[in-house]
């Protein structure tokens, strides 16, 4: 690494519609390699592709990343010296570039009509414009000079195309990969600059990068086959000394490892791809992303740091600042990640259990709203979520690990009382129900002791006691401590759903 030059990478995302978490991991490298050299970490918004441009989508790319704790240090919106950070904003420069390689013999212009170039594809089921056809095509190198000159003067609609070299080797060092080789004869004549004068992904992204003095260039390996064309224009350009150190991440992968995992892999299987909900504004169909499925965005981050890297170690739990420390290039894998949603949702189990109480409240404030519950004293609250978020998956299933300690059960699993109930079991809970109502002191070992000193009193069976109980104070088979609960409750809540109970297993 050139130690004398400042890090600076960047994140260019197209604002197309929602962030793929393979997009969201991109970014997240970017950003820890930034921050452990104590770099930047550039956002640059590639919205050149007029066809696909959605208006939304910039914001939406900018919230992604302030919910993951990532956000850039320079951005359309946190601005900065290398601006402007729209590439739309940047149009003037690219056609002086794109100008610039054909007057130097390594570009032309293509006035090819899509018709024409249609056409090509029919003819030719492989159809690709290179060196082998370039000059039975309508192009400045086919056409004279006189017959260029007019073509342009006319207003003929034209392209800007690379002049891809035959015979030649164009290497790089991939900090992942190590050396990449590829020959030149076999790449096809890229578009640089389209019909409208707007770049393509290949100029803009070597003229961008320069001008903003990126140090590294970090993105998915299905860039690797564009990668020859990048060189050939950092070269021909003349920056060939200032071209970024590049790394190609691996491909995150369906669960079986069956190819990169898309939108459609996620709608099939039951889980989500993008980091947050997104709404297509045109058809309206809503993609629910991570947060809304209930993920914790310290999970999240974590679960994609580990999808093609590591630190070495068996440690898989890390902050931020724990990954921006440890985290190197080096430790990235050249195989695709296989994503497994079992595992995510495992990364999300472990940070509800290790966040701290104020980190999960206003999610925990949301869901008891939504269920009526409001005003809720927060000393009790947190000995609530104290007692079952070791049982939490998702925030939203506290409402169903814990709903008892806000509304009395209104149903009760009889199935697993009913068959084995007798009359000496309805002595035993009358009897027990007039001595708690005077029971002191009203913590739960003190209740657990008396109970079990009760139940070995009576002759009958530990557990033919203790279920009925659980199902008096919450419905069902489920919940912790069932001690801790009624402490919990208090007196005269447990005294009144134990009576309550104790009535419905008679009905």
Not at 53 to 81: M, Q, R, T
Not at 221 to 230: F, G, N, Q, T
């Amino acid at each position: 690494m050139d130690t004398d030059r400042k890090i600076r990478v960047r994140f260019a995302p197209s604002p197309t519609g929602g962030l793929h978490l393979g997009g969201v991991r991109t970014a997240l490298f970017n950003y820890l390699f930034a921050k452990h050299h104590g770099g930047d970490f550039v956002l640059r918004v590639e919205d050149t592709d007029k066809t696909r441009f959605v208006l939304e989508a910039e914001e939406y790319i900018l919230d992604c990343l302030k919910w993951c704790g990532i956000e850039p240090d320079e951005s359309p919106v946190h601005g900065g010296n290398y601006g402007p950070y729209r590439q739309s904003e940047r149009k003037a420069s690219y056609r002086q570039y794109a100008e610039q390689l054909v007057a130097d013999g390594y570009a032309y212009y293509a006035f090819d009509t899509s018709e024409e170039l249609e056409a090509q594809r029919k003819l030719h089921p492989n159809f690709k414009y290179s060196h082998e056809n370039r000059l039975q095509l309508c192009n400045s190198l086919s056409l004279s000079d006189e017959e260029t000159q007019r073509f342009l003067a006319d207003g003929h609609p034209h392209v800007i195309r690379i002049k891809m070299p035959t015979g030649e080797t164009i290497s790089f060092e991939d900090m992942i990969r190590g050396v990449v080789t590829f020959d030149s004869s076999l790449v096809d004549d890229k578009v640089l600059l389209k019909a409208d004068g707007m770049p393509t992904y290949h100029l803009a992204v070597v003229v961008d990068d320069h001008q903003m003095a990126i140090s590294h260039t970090f993105r998915g390996e299905e860039w690797l086959p564009s990668a020859p064309v990048h060189i050939l224009l950092w070269e021909y350009l003349g920056w060939r000394d200032l071209m970024p150190q590049w790394a190609h991440f691996p491909l995150i992968l369906k669960p079986d490892g069956n190819g990169k995992l898309s939108k459609r892999d996620g709608d099939r299987l039951g889980f989500p791809v993008y980091a947050m909900n997104w709404q297509d504004s045109k058809t309206g169909q809503l993609t629910k992303g991570f947060r809304e499925m209930g993920f914790l965005p310290e999970a999240f981050v974590n679960m994609l740091a580990l999808l093609g890297w590591n630190d070495g170690t068996e440690q898989e739990l890390f902050t931020l600042d724990e990954l921006v420390t440890k985290f190197s290039v080096d430790r990235i894998s050249k195989a695709g990640a296989k994503f497994d949603f079992e595992k995510a949702k495992w990364f999300n189990h472990e940070w509800i259990k290790r966040i701290e109480y104020s980190g999960l409240l206003p999610q925990i404030n949301s869901l008891l709203a939504i269920n009526g519950i409001l005003d809720v004293d927060e000393k009790y609250l947190r000995e609530v979520l104290a007692l079952v978020k070791e049982r939490l998956t998702f925030i939203a299933d506290f409402w169903e690990q814990a709903s008892f300690f806000f509304v009395r059960p209104e149903h009760y699993d009889l199935q697993a009382v009913q068959p084995k109930w007798n009359d000496e079991k309805t002595v035993f809970f009358t009897d027990m129900i007039a001595q708690l109502e005077n029971f002191d002191p009203w913590h739960s070992a003190e209740l657990e002791s008396f109970y079990k000193l009760a139940i070995n009193a009576s002759g009958m069976k530990m557990g033919e006691l203790m279920l009925p109980l659980r199902i008096m104070l919450v419905g069902g088979k489920f919940g912790p401590h069932v001690f801790d609960i009624a402490a919990l409750l208090g007196r005269e809540e447990t005294v009144a759903r134990m009576k309550k109970g104790l009535e419905a297993f008679f009905t």
